[in-house]
Every structure is written in structure tokens, then in C-alpha cells.
């Protein structure tokens, strides 16, 4: 076989890639399992700083680039043979007395801690470190307010117009209220509710739930935030690119400001400062500006992360907190010099913030890892986090030891799971995604994709033994066994040394080098497939596979799969690649010859392709499918086994919830799939199967 190679692609070879991408759907929620340990942290990132790289050079080429694809396309297969795989046993890792998604607000009543979770529609209630007790409200909890004397919690639910009372663990009374309620403050009895809507603050009796009128904030998008100051006269109030005061005696706004301000907004109740976030076009920056009592005039301003979300004040020690939802960090402010004292690295897309006075203790919401960050105020460190649902990031089967390795998110832990049961855990980076083992060394690298770092873990002690720098927001690790090399996001790390020998950036038709979502690697051959964005703007983008040579880093010419390209899974014997891609209401799996460069064939799937597997021994692909995007046979979540000789169907095995990942133990057959939904692990036993017949080929529709 003769090919080309070149440092980097043509133009020419990504044009050959234009199609059109889709996002993936969002997976619906469901319920979760039964009550957690205690999660206590004592180490931690405090600092997070990412050096944006030097783009790589693209390099001209002259390589023939690979011609179209002449496969027939083929549906999925008409022959289902009776299923001799099997459902073995499903792992639950962690339990919890219920689950929650999408952190919106916290609120602290005595030593228990609210957590409002707007895609759960729940609040889980936490104490002594673990969640212990989960309260279903109503529809997309966005705002707490607490009753310190009733010892009551009020809950804005935006999504069907209504607050719910919880009292002594449960919901007492529900109230209708005006239109999307988003915000809540309690003062002297009276509940005052932010439209998210319209603008208007709707005020209730905290003790009846009465209306008792509204009143009228300006124009503009709705209220996005409300706090009291501390004599109870006056209300501040956020809109966009404005801040109010109301009177609480006139019901009726008296003073604005303008900045380009959004929804961060917090008060120190014993200075009397008002602190709103204000964007810098000019500068491109956020800063959190320091207001006076009359708003009018600004005492300071500090400079915080993009993106700011909550905001909080500890009035003993005078620092303000805030969130930024993009940096995935917390800026912490000097409240009398308005410096900047730390910047602290939490979870995924922080949001909501409170602060415990009496142990001076900071709480963070993460909306994206479904957790709560625990700050020491002194030392300005993570202490403990907190999961609200029990997220696995990713899988890797060491088939010697016959271990299995799980990275859970919600915990910024790596999970090492034996004999059933799970034998041991490490404390890793925050949001960790991935994860890869490498059996001859007993190392596991683990991606923490908030960190943009990787974790290396020795198997034997079960100890981080380094830490490398990524790139901004990795996702994917491979090992090369072989030559013990490690391939994570644009990093080519030595696996004996830990030190980075090389990078990884894929040129695109459009003069940018793009870094990889993942990569594949295969030691016997010494090909690297690389995932990665065309870099191409409109509704031709999407992501792309590329072929490498692992050693040298050159990339090859030709393309593999389809675009807006997913999960990949190659076949050494047979030198096949497979990959799946989606593209508007369309999916596919491909299979590509790889020493040929040719596409074998293409299958249009039925539902969304979530993971993919190859157990070698067997010749069974598994594929995890999600949601229906055309019209299936049935509903529900399915575990599709094909034959890789015939693509024919072996299986069709359903699934509880939606499979996230699967990995594959090639000595034994065992097959594990996690579960994206309730945080579980399926085992599947795969045995040999009679050769099912070719699907039978029919026409595509056009796309």
C-alpha cells in the first residue's frame, strides 16, 4: 500500500469533510438511588491559572487526498437473532437519598444547607458533609429565601409559577405567584418575588402566602436579582444593565444606576456596600464594583473571572465572594481595599453562593458537576465536595487485574471497582472526565477536564504520583503500551518521565489549528486517530476524524467517519476503523478500512449513538443508543451488539437509563456501561454468537 503523509493536512482534505453537526440531546433526568458517605477533601487546587498555547505552524502539502466513499448505505439490521448476552449484575457506586441536577441556589437554615436543582426539581438538603434527605418541589427551583425565626425555606419555582414552603424537612403549602419567579427576598414577614419575566416584584404574606400587590421596576428583561439591606427599608434590585432601589415603605422604586451589569448582586449589611458586577467592553473584562448605600456612587472595583454568577458577603471578615461560571473558579475580593485576595479553581460552571458566618465557610453551587464545593474562609480552600448526584465521567478496564476504573465528576474521584464491589478510591482534579489505564506500567492517567490537567495514578499504592498541565478544558486520554506514550488533549507526554514531548494540533481549511476532543491509538500499528473540530464556521462544522502517524505525528492522508463525528473504536486484526456521527435528525455508524483508506460501509442508526466498544474475541461492536431521533420499535435506552464480519444484529439488550460509556474487559467478555442518568454501572457477560446475517441494504434518504 503506498500513502502520503504530511506534517499537517491540506485545505483540500477538510473540504472534503463538509457536512453539518447537531448537538447532542440532552438526557432527561431520572430519579437516582439511596443516602452517601461523607466526602471529606483535605487537599485541593486553590489556584487555577491556564496559559492559552502558541497555535502550531500548518504547513502547505501536495498529498493526493482520499477519494469519496462509493459503500452502500445500509439501515438497521432486519434479523435478530434470540440474545445469548445477558444483564449480569448493575453496580451502584455511591447511593443518595435522591437525585439532583443543575444546582440554582442555596440557602442556609441552622446547620442544614438548601440546594434548589433546576433540572431535577428538587432541593437537597445537606448536612455534616453528604446530602440527607431530597424534597421534590415544583417545576425548575430558581431561588431559596429562608424564615430564620419559623424556620421555614421558600422556593421560587420558575417553572410553573409557584412557591413551595418547606417545613421540618417537607413541603407544607404551595402558593401561586406571578409569572416566572427567579429571585426571593424575605423582610419583616412579607416574601418579595422577581419576575424573571416582566419586570415586577410580586409580594406575598411569608406567613399566609396572601398577595399583597407588586410593584413595577422599570423595563427590561425581568428581575434577575434581589437583595434587602439589613433595616429591612429598602430593597436593591438587579436588572439587565441597571440597579434599582425600592422602598419598602412606598412600594415603589426610587433610584436607579446604570452599569452593564447582570444578575451578580450582593450587600455587606454592616458597611452598607452594594456590590454588582460591570463588563469593561474596552477591556474585555468583568470587574465587581463596590456601590455606596445611594448606589450612585462607586467606592471600588475589582477585577473577577468571566462570566460572573452569585455573589456573597461575609460581613465579620468583609471578603466577597463570586463565581464565574466560565473560568470555573471563585474570585475572592478584600471588601475594605476591594483587591483581589485569591481566585480559587471549584467545579464546573459555579454559580450559586452562600457563606456560613458563624464557621466562616463558603458553599458553591457547580451547575455542570452537579456538586457543592466547601471553602474554609481562612485558608481559602476546597475542603470537601459535596455530590448531589453520582456522575461518571468515564471507564478504563485493566483486563490483567480484571479491575475496572471509574471516574465520577460529582466527586472529583477515581473510583477503582473489583470483585464487585468498590475496593478503593483517589482523590483527583476537579471534574475528572476520562480516564485510560496503561497495563504494562500500572499506571491510570485521569483527565480532569475543570483542572485542564492529568492525574497519573499508580495502581499498586493508589497515589497521584504527578500532575501534568493540558490544555484549556481536555477531555480524552489514550495510552500507546507499546512506547508507553499518553495522548491527551493537544499533549504528548513521555509515560516513563511524565514531562510533555510533543503536541497535537490539527490544521483546518480555514488557517486555525484546532486541539483534539480525543484521540484513539492503536500500538501494533502505530496509528493515532484524532477527533477534533474543522474549524469551518456555519452549518458546516462539526467534528472530524483524522488519521496520524503516532510516532512521527504526522498527519495522513484521507478521512475517516462522517461529520460531527462521536465515538471511535478500531479493530487491530482487521485494521477497521468505527466510528458514529450525527447530523440533524440523522444517525450513523461507519466502518472504514484503514490500510485501504476506503469507507467499508455506513448504517443509518435509529436512535443517537452515546458510546461505543469492540470486543475483539467475539467480534461484537456495542453500541450504547440513546434517544430516538427518527421513528424506532419501542422506546427506552438499548445496548445494540453487532457482529463486526456482517454487521448483522446479535442484540438488542435494554437499558434503565442512558448509557454514557462502556468499556470492555477483552480477557473475560465482561462488558460495562455506565449509566448517565443514575450514576450506576451495568455488566453485561458477552458470549460467542452464531454469525447473524448482513442487514438488508436500502436506499438513504437524502441529507
Known sequence: MRRKSLRYVCPLLIALLLVSCNPSPTATPLPAATPPPTLAITTTVVAVV???????PIFTSTATARPAATATPITKPTATLEPELSLVETLELYSLPGTGRNPSALAILGERLYVANWDTNNVSLVEGGKVVDVVSVGSHPAALAVDLAEGRVYVANSGDDSISVISV???????ETGEEPGSLALVDGKLYVGSKRSSTIYVHDGESGEPLGNIPVGSGFGILAIVADVGGQRLYVSTYNNVHIV???ALARVDTASFKNYRTLAINPLTGRVYINDYDPDEGQQYLVALGEDIQRVRGRALVGADPGGAAV???????????????????????SNEMVATIGVGRRPDAITVDVETNTIFVANAGSNNINVIDGATNRVINV????????????????????ITITSMDRLAVWEKGKVVGEVLVGRHPTDVAVNEMTGRIYVVNHVDSSLSVVDAESRQVVAMVPLNLRPQGVSVD???????SGDVVIDGD????????????????????????????SGWLFVRAYNGIPGSNAGLVISMWDAKTLEMLSGSLGGLSAGAMAYDAATQKLYSVATRFSYTWLYVDDVEGMTKESEMRLDRYPTALALLAGTHHLFLGLGESLVPAEGDGYLLRVLDTRSLGLVADLALFGRPRHIAVNQRTGEVYVADGDRGVVSVVQDVPAPLPPSPTPAVTPAS
Do not use: C, F, M
Request: a negative charge.
Open 50 to 56: 491556564t496559559a492559552t498555547p502558541t497555535a502550531l
Open 169 to 175: 424537612g417537607q413541603v407544607v403549602v404551595t402558593w
Open 247 to 249: 422602598d419598602l415603605e
Open 314 to 336: 461575609n460581613p465579620r471578615t468583609g471578603r466577597v465572594y463570586v463565581t464565574s461560571t466560565w473560568s470555573d473558579t471563585v474570585t475572592v475580593i478584600d471588601g475594605e
Open 386 to 405: 459535596i455530590p448531589l448526584a453520582i456522575d461518571i465521567g468515564g471507564l478504563a478496564v485493566d483486563s490483567r487485574l480484571d479491575r475496572l476504573y
Open 481 to 487: 503500551t507499546g512506547r508507553n506514550v499518553i495522548y
Open 497 to 524: 518521565t511524565n514531562e510533555i514531548i510533543d503536541h497535537v494540533g490539527v490544521p483546518t481549511a480555514y488557517k486555525s489549528v484546532e486541539l483534539p476532543v480525543d484521540t484513539l491509538v492503536d500500538s501494533a
